[in-house]
């Protein structure tokens, strides 16, 4: 399973940007599929996943009202579409996956996840 992440850029506070994270291979089960993000001297953190048993969405409090994630199953890819651009959102972003499904508890651990993208970074200036 490979996962490539693109979208990144460098965007005004306010602005907007669409992630997409192609996923090659196929993770078994109902995988989920998520966004985590990483500023430099921080942990990973993570942003948002879809249940894909039910396309149900999990989203950080930061986030929430500005962010969505989606998926399209015929070309195996998620979406992240970031409105309302912070600075704190500036980080490198990164998609992970993992086989099978997994309880609703550890969709936002990073640990979770097998598989990861190579990051895309999102730069937002004030």
């Known amino acids: 399973v490979q996962l490539q992440a693109f979208g990144g850029g460098l965007v005004q506070a306010g602005g907007s940007l669409k992630l997409s994270c192609v996923v090659s291979g196929r993770p078994s089960g109902y995988a989920p599929l998520a966004w985590f993000r990483q500023a430099p001297g921080k942990e990973r953190e993570f942003v948002a996943a879809?249940?894909?048993?039910?396309?149900?969405?999990f989203y950080v409090d930061s986030v929430k009202g500005r962010f969505t994630i989606s998926r399209d199953k015929s070309s195996n890819t998620v979406y992240l579409d970031m409105n309302s651009l912070k600075p704190e959102d500036t980080a490198v972003y990164y998609c992970g996956t993992r086989n099978g499904r997994i309880i609703v508890s550890a969709i936002s651990r990073a640990e979770t996840y097998d598989y990861w993208g190579q990051g895309t970074l999102v730069t937002v200036s004030s």
């Open positions: 879809i249940d894909t048993w039910n396309d149900r969405a």
